[in-house]
């Protein structure tokens, strides 16, 4: 048995309202969910909402987190909340979090993947969209279940206002934490990972860098770099970055229909040093090169990824659909941005359950059965098939 229905709430928040989205899902699904996510903007009322969900929704498997955005069945909203439910008896679920992510994050994706008590096969991650460092967490959580496990999930937001996210795991609302969940039985995981940007100019070498930090570019200031290449819309830095991230060519994966380049997008700039802050890694010595895209290339990466999705059930049926997408993604998108969920579901069918958002940051692996990694800039889709 297997059935996974969404909710979507666009109304002001409150625990009354969450009791209404806890008790929708159950009725659509005839039965209390094994497992359910929860993804919203954290607006006024948010904390009331998980909780008015965890009174009705008749399970402690909550998981979820704050948003740029979110994304169900029914497309694309902001200031909402989408909430989802799978009930079966197919998969075993276990979830669990750690705190405190920003004093180490490798060390905390250690403690997370340690806590689980059973071995299982695929992973959904969520963590702090601003105090953690994605590709720390994790090189922690793989040091412990090896790079083999396919995982899936983003880093939380806070509809741009980059200040603070918070992460939910079961009736706690929390904060500079990760939250995971697990699954394990008799099921296919299809996994597409596609941004659409391209890359422009010539390759320079990362000659000065640490962690999320790019000093400079060919021995010279990365900040002045991006300014000489943007010309009079360097003002606009950070904001302005993110339609021109870094592509990594040390960091290239060659697909059937192009290539893919991990990217790097803007998070801040520093004007005293001229550094530049990524929201993930620059490794020192990589090779670069700035890349762009457009509305149409966007739109049909999106497709793209859901091909790949979906070309990994070997056949099975897909029943549940997961969706993470940049923020920038939309910034880039505009009034076309309902378009992308639009071409995912085409692809994979407009039947499919879904649920997602739009993130900070993108975990997934670009090819089947590779490492996962954090991305920017990319639409994550992963199938459930059966």
């Not at 083999?148 to 939910?168: N, R, Y």
């Not at 500079?176 to 940007?197: E, P």
């Not at 579901?345 to 997934?364: D, M, S």
């Amino acid at each position: 048995m297997f059935k996974a229905s969404t909710v979507t709430l666009r109304e002001a928040f409150g625990r009354e309202q969450g009791e209404w989205m806890g008790r929708e899902l159950c009725e659509q699904l005839g039965v209390a969910p094994a497992a359910c996510w929860l993804f919203c903007s954290p607006k006024e009322g948010f904390e009331d909402l998980v909780a008015g969900v965890c009174d009705t929704v008749g399970t402690d498997m909550l998981i979820g987190c704050t948003t740029d955005g979110e994304i169900s069945a029914d497309g694309v909203s902001t200031k909402s909340a989408v909430l989802t439910g799978i009930a079966t008896d197919r998969i075993e679920f276990e979830m669990v979090s750690v705190r405190s992510v920003g004093e180490n994050s490798a060390e905390a994706g250690k403690k997370l993947a340690r806590k689980f008590s059973e071995p299982f096969d695929y992973l959904q991650l969520f963590t702090d969209g601003l105090t953690v460092n994605g590709c720390d967490i994790l090189r922690g959580v793989q040091s412990v279940l090896g790079k083999s496990i396919p995982i899936a999930g983003g880093t939380a937001g806070d509809d741009g206002q980059f200040l603070k996210t918070w992460q939910f795991a079961g009736p706690e609302v929390l904060t500079d934490a990760a939250v995971a969940i697990s699954m394990r039985g008799g099921f296919k995981v299809g996994q597409g990972v596609r941004s659409g940007w391209e890359p422009i100019g010539l390759a320079k070498r990362v000659t000065k860098a640490k962690g999320n930090v790019l000093y400079e570019l060919n021995n010279e200031p990365a900040l002045k770099v991006y300014e000489r290449f943007l010309g009079k819309h360097a003002d606009r830095l950070p904001s302005v970055g993110v339609e021109y991230p870094l592509g990594l060519i040390d960091h290239c994966w060659l697909l059937n229909d192009g290539k893919y380049y991990l990217l790097r997008a803007t998070m801040t700039v520093n004007r005293d040093d001229g550094s530049i802050s990524f929201a993930g890694d620059v490794p020192e010595g990589t090779m670069v090169r700035l890349t762009c895209a457009d509305s149409a290339s966007v739109l049909q990466a999106a497709g793209k990824a859901a091909k790949t999705a979906l070309d990994q059930l070997e056949g099975t049926v897909p029943v549940m659909a997961f969706a993470y997408s940049c923020m920038a993604r939309k910034t880039v998108l505009g009034r076309k941005v309902a378009e992308e969920m639009a071409n995912v579901r085409r692809t994979i069918g407009t039947n499919v359950p879904t649920a997602g958002f739009f993130t900070y940051g993108e975990f997934g692996s670009v090819r089947p059965g590779g490492t996962c990694v954090l991305h920017n800039e990319t639409i994550t889709v992963t199938l459930l098939g059966l």
